[in-house]
């Protein structure tokens, strides 16, 4: 079974989050920030993770950043959350390693659930891309 | 002159008598010496009578000289006053009784003579003064006659006839200036019927007379001016007069004073014009007092500005400040000068720029978000104008601080509450549409299957219009970054239109893309947002459109790629058209007829303010209740210069 980690701090989101996807038959765990997060990876590795970027203790950037730095972790997709405002980061966080952005408020689940099964079906990325500017 | 010499006493008479007894005194004398010598023997008798004959004599002779003798000069001399001889006096005066009454004589006469001079003197002076006048008058005659034929000759050759002389005096009498002709010394020769009018005082009145019987209110140098213009340089004078009515009235006039001269350059007399202009003035003087009193007023309002205001002349015064222009210096000076307020803001302003360009082209400069001594400001620098001519340039300083922190904290509210708002939203929608994911099968009560449906649509439309908020704060801050790159705009054109095609379009209506004869450059700008603003105007196309088509098309226009989308839809009413691109203006103006489900109404304002950042330009091209309307927008080409990013 493909097992998906949330990290999100705002409850409405998160429980969303976790019925799409356990409604779409996915083995679902969670978390409320970047430490967390962390933690849950140490005891059971995810297919692929669902990152908030603003979030307390540790934010998404940081926790992109552990997760890739561990050759252990950094092979596994992240795909950020983020809200309208804060395109800025999220493309910080593309050059960084992430997979992919989506801006919640502008999917519907089913949309989110078919964005997670395409990044699952076409690739794992092994290489942090280089920045180009 | 018989009764003068009855008078007197008859001289002769007295003489007469001394004279007798005279004879006699000698004669006895010279008997008794006779008789003495021829009687040898002198006898006593013939000594005694000769001793009384020589006394007597002798008395007779101390008689005729300190008696006789004097009066006698005295009568010559009293005759010979009253000859009329009044010099003489009795001179060699004896200190005896003839002496005192030749002495009151002499006083007598004296007071006499004294009398007599003065008497005659007056008589002198009268006769003279009666020949000067008649001179005088003699003179003016002659002056006037002068005067009158110099003005017929000044006004008509021809008319030397008494006819034209009356027809000018009637033309004179008949002008509403009072005209008065005197003579050099300014005697009055002639007044037509103005002056009563005038000056109260009929022209019979003041013949012969002085205008200075009106006049002579005004200070000497006034005169003195007036005389030397008039009499020595031979000049016309005008100028303005403050005169005396005969009722003691102040009036006010224009007056002209013209020399009368000959032909051969004499001065004969003077010609005045007098015009009342008191109810001029008057009128002038409540103008002025207005001025004044609206200057205060503007003043006043000018100080009471929360605005620095600063007026300068086009020769660079400074003709006025207020006091918070002062302030906003933050120094106070007796004496500002354009170049004292150049040099003080000269890190953050170029002031002499701005003013020489008000001045010379009449240009407005406005620069905002200014940093002077920690406050942030608005510079306006302005060319007052008055009938298309600069009169001055007006500098205006206005604190824009807490204005600025204001929008500020706006803005953040606004930015921030889209975004708490966006997160909620977002949860209510997702979990109505999980609920139809999930269970949409058991949900067997189709009104409870409509009530979710709504609360999914409520939440769709409450995102879209938090979305237009926030792009709104963004776009108006000036946030929005533009990632420019080269693309083609028909292919964008195309997605978009396929977009629309695959979530399904209204049955009756065509959304079609007219390809370009031609292959068309790459636009340059920011393809996302090109996109949003497409979306906007196709979508909006679509909205109104129930029946036709709804077509998209490009062309190349002035070096721009010009995108126009045009429907068949209801269209937009002219007066309507104007609100468009403008803030949460829907094409139809009320608040209660607007059209919620149709959006905010800030999809054109936000695309325009898109359109704009990336130096196009969005504008209604036409439209018609009824039959449709066409909306175009422009963006710049890709070239040599800028497509190398």
């Not at chain 1, 493909?2 to 409850?11: F, G, H, M, Q, Y």
């Not at chain 1, 540790?58 to 926790?63: A, I, K, Y």
């Not at chain 1, 390693?97 to 078919?114: L, T």
């Amino acid at each position: 079974m493909t097992k998906i980690l949330i990290v999100e701090d705002d409850p409405l989101m998160r429980r969303l989050y976790q019925k799409i996807f356990t409604f779409e038959k996915y083995e679902v765990e969670t978390a409320e920030n970047g430490e967390e997060g962390l933690e849950k990876i140490k005891k059971s590795r995810p297919t692929i993770i669902l990152c908030d970027i603003m979030m307390p203790k540790m934010n998404g950037l940081e926790f992109l950043d552990k997760l890739k730095a561990d050759p252990d972790t950094k092979k596994i997709p992240v795909i950020m959350l983020t809200n309208l405002a804060g395109q800025s980061d999220a493309e910080t966080a593309m050059a960084k390693g992430a997979v992919k952005y989506i801006v919640k408020s502008e999917y519907e689940p089913k949309q989110i659930a078919n964005m997670v099964k395409g990044v699952l079906a076409g690739y794992t990325r092994d290489t942090v891309p280089t920045v180009h500017e | 002159m018989k009764n003068t010499k009855s008078t007197y006493i008859p001289h002769s008479l007295l003489f007469k008598a001394i004279a007798r007894i005279v004879v006699v005194g000698y004669g006895s004398l010279a008997l008794s010496i006779f008789v003495l010598f021829t009687f040898d023997a002198p006898t006593a008798a013939g000594l005694i009578v000769i001793g009384f004959s020589f006394l007597f004599l002798t008395l007779l002779l101390f008689f005729h000289f300190s008696i006789i003798t004097p009066l006698r000069k005295m009568i010559l001399i009293m005759n010979r006053c009253r000859l009329g001889e009044m010099s003489v006096r009795v001179q060699n005066l004896t200190h005896d009784e003839i002496g005192v009454v030749g002495e009151t004589f002499n006083t007598l006469v004296d007071a006499l003579e004294t009398s007599h001079i003065t008497l005659e003197k007056e008589m002198s002076t009268r006769a003279k003064e009666l020949e000067n006048r008649m001179n005088r008058v003699q003179q003016s005659n002659l002056e006037l006659d002068k005067v009158q034929s110099a003005i017929i000759n000044i006004l008509d050759d021809e008319a030397h006839s008494n006819e034209s002389l009356r027809k000018f005096q009637l033309a004179l009498d008949n002008t509403s200036d009072h005209v008065v002709i005197t003579n050099t010394d300014g005697e009055i020769l002639y007044a037509n019927k103005a002056v009563t009018k005038i000056t109260g005082f009929q022209p019979e009145e003041i013949l012969g007379k002085n205008p200075r019987l009106w006049g002579g209110l005004m200070d000497l140098e006034f005169y003195q001016k007036l005389w030397h213009t008039i009499k020595t340089e031979k000049k016309s004078f005008v100028g303005e007069v403050r005169n005396k009515r005969k009722n003691g009235e102040i009036y006010f006039a224009t007056t002209t004073i013209s020399p009368i001269v000959d032909s051969q350059g004499d001065l004969l007399g003077f010609v005045g014009v007098e015009r009342d202009v008191t109810e001029m003035k008057n009128y002038q003087q409540n103008l002025e007092n207005l001025v004044t009193q609206r200057t205060t007023e503007l003043k006043a309002s000018i100080e009471a500005m929360t605005k620095g205001y600063a007026l300068f002349s086009p020769t660079g015064e400074v003709v006025f400040y207020n006091q918070k222009f002062e302030d906003f210096l933050g120094e106070s000076h007796t004496q500002w000068t354009l170049e004292k307020i150049i040099g003080k803001l000269e890190n953050v302003y170029d002031l002499k720029s701005a003013y020489l360009n008000s001045l010379q082209h009449t240009t407005r400069d406005q620069k905002i978000d200014i940093e002077y001594s920690g406050r942030i400001y608005k510079f306006t620098c302005s060319p007052v104008q008055d009938e298309s001519k600069t009169i001055g340039v007006l500098f205006l300083m206005e604190d824009i601080t807490e204005r600025r922190i204001m929008e500020r904290s706006r803005d953040e509210f606004f930015s921030i509450a889209s975004h708490e708002l966006r997160t909620p939203l977002t949860a209510i929608r997702g979990n109505v549409s999980l609920i139809f994911d999930m269970f949409g099968e058991e949900i067997k009560i189709p009104e409870v299957k409509e009530m979710l449906q709504d609360i999914h649509e409520s939440s769709v439309r409450l995102i879209g219009i938090v979305n237009d908020f926030l792009n709104l704060s963004r776009a108006e801050m000036g946030k929005i970054e533009y990632k420019k790159q080269e693309f083609q705009l028909g292919e964008l054109i195309i997605e978009t239109i396929q977009e629309y095609q695959s979530a399904g379009l209204t049955p009756n209506v065509v959304l079609e893309y007219i390809e370009p004869q031609t292959l068309l450059p790459s636009a340059y700008a920011d393809k996302d947002k090109v996109r949003e603003v497409l979306v906007n105007l196709i979508g909006n196309a679509l909205k109104f459109t129930h029946q036709g088509a709804v077509t998209v098309s490009v062309v190349l226009s002035d070096g721009n790629l010009q995108v126009s989308v045009a429907d068949t839809g209801t269209g937009i009413s002219l007066e309507n058209q104007n609100l468009l691109f403008h803030k949460f203006q829907q094409a139809t103006s009320s608040l209660y007829t607007r059209d919620t489900t149709k959006g905010t109404g800030l999809g054109l304002y936000i695309s325009r303010l898109i359109i704009e950042g990336m130096g196009g330009r969005i504008w209604i091209v036409r439209s018609e209740v009824g039959k449709g309307s066409t909306f175009a927008f422009t963006l710049p080409i890709a070239n040599q210069g800028t497509s190398g990013v």
